[in-house]
């Protein structure tokens, strides 16, 4: 029912930060709970962040607290995830999620995905 478009992956220094986007259209409105995956090379999928539909309810990995802050413009349909003193285990294919429910996000039992952005840390 929504579209995601992920944007802001590339290539950065251990230590850098990247931002990334993912703009929704379609059928969006601002109930919908958004977060971020990543997979990255020989692992499973994993899940990053969340954040619900009002914003006023964040959801981190361990991996990453502290690190990365997930936010949202819900007026531009967006979510942000700015990603700071970066790993090279952050090294990764990130994937933007969107559904009506919360708790399903954080399940990765999602109703739209992303096509995905590549981050890539270098030592």
């Known amino acids: 029912q929504v579209q995601l478009v992920e944007s802001g992956g590339g290539l950065v220094q251990a230590g850098g930060s990247l931002r990334l986007s993912c703009a929704a259209s379609g059928r969006t409105f601002s109930s919908y709970a958004m977060g971020w995956f990543r997979q990255a090379p020989g692992k499973e999928r994993e899940f990053v962040a969340a954040?619900?539909?009002?914003?006023?309810?964040?959801d981190y990995a361990d991996s990453v607290k502290g690190r990365f802050t997930i936010s949202r413009n819900n007026a531009k349909n967006t979510v942000y995830l700015q990603m700071n003193s970066l790993k090279p285990e952050d090294t990764a294919v990130y994937y933007c999620?969107?559904?009506?429910?919360?708790?399903?996000?954080?399940?990765?039992?999602?109703?739209?995905w992303g096509q995905g952005t590549q981050v890539t840390v270098s030592s």
């Open positions: 999620a969107a559904d009506q429910l919360l708790y399903r996000v954080v399940a990765g039992t999602v109703g739209s």
């Open positions: 954040i619900s539909w009002s914003g006023g309810s964040t």
